[in-house]
């Protein structure tokens, strides 16, 4: 779906406004999930150093 489309059925009255609020979130997102997986990462790491002592 494209943005002005977005924006239109949220009544925004532009698409800016809309790639304002939804890109913020989504960059929250992405880096929220980026934690996540950096601590997935460094758990598996533990995990494995650990196996070999």
């Known amino acids: 779906m494209d943005v002005d489309d977005i924006s239109e059925r949220l009544s925004h009255n532009n698409s800016k406004i809309t790639r304002e609020i939804y890109l913020h979130i989504t960059e929250k997102t992405k880096k929220r999930q980026r ?4 601590k997935i990462k460094n758990i598996r790491v533990t995990l494995i150093s650990h196996t070999y002592i």
């Open 35 to 38: 934690k996540k997986i950096d």
